[in-house]
DNA sequence: TTGTATGCGTTATCAA
DNA sequence: TTGATAACGCATACAA
């Protein structure tokens, strides 16, 4: 590896100072053409590619942007590996597993594009890292490492520990994603999507559209704030239609697969299914389908089932999952358009932005498509 | 946001010279218990972060490693976005759209996870950036924009082109995973995954344990390197039990779910279905899985159906799919250390790695794992 | 063990 | 339009 040219290099090549150099990379309608040209052939000749640090450094920016995703569980059990070059496959039964989730990074990894996407056409780089699920002290560590090297972070809900955040958002430009801290929603840049909307205007179709009056709400972990604002969505839409809430069963089942199906048996075998069960995720929703499916029930012709969240999953069962998306992409790259305002405008009040979501009407609860005309 | 405290700050106010405060930091060692104690308190009470652009400066390396990830088409089309506070839903109709390919989000999302969990082990920061998808003018800016701030990158497969990998070689240290440039193979450090022995190993297991010599082989594009080796795999696996590779018809799926199904029904109206439908991936099992499930097959008793990859759907499809996983978050991991090894070693020869594969054996050729005792 | 002084490769401010 | 030169914030060789 040649060691790397410097302006100097280039300079000298060139036959002009660093300075011009400097300029005609930056600006270059601020030097004379002849010059320029001169300039870019020695640079095209050395490969002279800037220094990012150096360029920081003098600039006082970085144009990195930090990223923290949190961890999934998955990745805690790490397997050795060593770099071999012998052609292997080792070969096993696999059975099924239960209650393995799939959600989460499917989710990151769109909050990721979008994010990547954004900061590129901002002309910016991305710095990613992983942080809950490893100690407290070693996210501390992470934290502290990243922000020495960007403008600004974004952090995904409970990636990072609150009182850490809090700390941090007086130091740092820096919006949450999906949530804040307890206590600090009004307080610092927030990007999240309207669950409540969503889940209202889902509740709204069923009742208007499909003539539901009987529901059943399966609902996430109770400190989850997703799940709290899903299910004050459906409230409001069961009352906007002149339906108690007060009068709906709720069940808990914890975002999972597996729990929502062993409650959804419970159901079935206690004949107690309603008209349409209202799930706070699309996981739920799965597991749910699960269970009618095995029953030998139709959805939605017997029961009417909705999820959340938009998974790609939801996409593929059968029937495929009424459900409401969210905008993942889009929330990535409001969170990376939302730091670089908050760069720019260090004083400015706290941005909050709620982006739409989308209520996807399928077969879970419209029935066959393909019997609907086109809009 | 209050100007950032520097070393001098720092050394003012546990009054040391700077000298001794950046010695603290690195090698807390080689500063006396005392000295050490008044600049630890002196940087918490400043709140003092090391700018990594200094950093970096002085010490000729960033720290920082870059991956480039390939772009997936969905994200090519991009709606407009604006940032509002309102809390609003759409709602419409989603019909089922055929041909979206799901497979490469998860597979990327694995090996970042991967990449940043051994770079964190190290000690090191992940940049993050999507090429392929846009203008090879736009990639050539961000490569260039990329290797002006790390010290090495990982570059996946078809996320960068090729003449631009060449010349990158040259003046960064640079490790191809999953695939190098036509040619290029045997002169850039390279990480892969045992495609041939994966496929093998499976073709084996299926005349071994389940005594099948009649196969259709579904294969991928030609020009996929993967696909490749896969089928020299499928061929070795054969050959290995006494069966003619040359007797076995090839379909060419595209790795396409879709195309996969298609095939697969026009199989089965022909009568032509053999024993086993060996698919060089699993989206193109998961068609055939339709196709047959349609048709009123049942899968494994009347045909068994394998994919490779071992995305997530393959473990909850019906039955769930017998494939070759391929370790990707161990790949990433061997990435990272693999661009590390060359950082510190420019002039060894390139480096070579072939990560084992897992041959996964689920009910779509096992039948009914509940009946077979755990090991 | 600690301090002094220099260099790292840019950008930016002045002058020229 | 261009050139000298002083920051930028830290690491490190050398001295003390």
Redesign the pocket.
Known sequence: MAK?P???DVAEQAG?????V??A??KPE???QA?RESIETAVQQLG?V??GS??S????KTGIIGLFLPNVDELETLSDFELTDHDTAEIHVDRPVTGRIHRDSLYFDHVLRGCELEAWSQGLSLMVSIGQGRGESDVNQMVHDMIGKVDGVIILARSVPDRLIESLVKRIPLVMVADAPIGGEKSMDLVRVSNRKGMCTLVEHLVDAHQIRSFIYMAGPDDSPDNHKRYVGFQEGLAARGISPESIPIYRGKFSRPTAKKITQDLIERGDLPQALVCANDQMALGALDALTQAGLRVPDDVIVTGFDGIEESDTSHPRLTTVRQPMVNLGRAAVSTVVKRIEHPDDPPYSTEMPVSVLLRESCEGVLEAIPAA
Chains 1, 2 share one sequence.
């Open positions: 790397k410097t302006v100097y002009v100072s660093i300075a011009t400097s300029r990379l930056r601020s030097v004379r010059t002279y800037p220094s150096a360029r450094l003098a600039a006082r």
